[in-house]
């Protein structure tokens, strides 16, 4: 089984920024995409962030496309999604996931999930 831990997530101001982290275990020996998705409350999940295997590509939601980096350090079992000039509306709970059985803008296609990190951005 895979495992995955989010940690980094807290309360920032309008225009700061986090940084968040997903500690993979379990299965290491397995490289896997990753992704990043967000639910705000009322909201349904949705697609933030994915990273290939060895991190050559990566795709956002159109919505954090210049203000959010996904990395990854494969090492260390790592992925990362830095958050800059953070908005209210980026307000929610974040998620890491990984390998997904089909397009990875599709939260219903990945297999793993962390129980989430909480981000508040205050105006």
């Known amino acids: 089984q895979v495992q995955l831990v989010e940690s980094g997530g807290g309360l920032v101001q309008a225009g700061g920024s986090l940084r968040l982290s997903c500690a993979r275990s379990?299965?290491?020996?397995?490289?896997?995409?990753m992704g990043w998705f967000r639910q705000a409350p009322g909201k349904e999940r949705e697609f933030v962030a994915a990273?290939?295997?060895?991190?050559?590509?990566?795709f956002y939601a159109d919505s954090v496309k210049g203000r959010f980096t996904i990395s990854r350090d494969n090492a260390k079992n790592m992925v990362y999604l830095q958050m800059n000039s953070l908005e209210p509306e980026d307000t929610a709970e974040y998620y890491c996931?990984?390998?997904?059985?089909?397009?990875?803008?599709?939260?219903?296609?990945?297999?793993?999930w962390g129980q989430g990190t909480h981000v508040t951005v205050s105006s």
């Open positions: 990273i290939t295997r060895n991190g050559g590509n990566t």
């Open positions: 996931s990984a390998d997904p059985s089909g397009p990875a803008v599709f939260s219903d296609a990945y297999n793993y």
């Open positions: 379990g299965r290491t020996f397995i490289t896997y995409i």
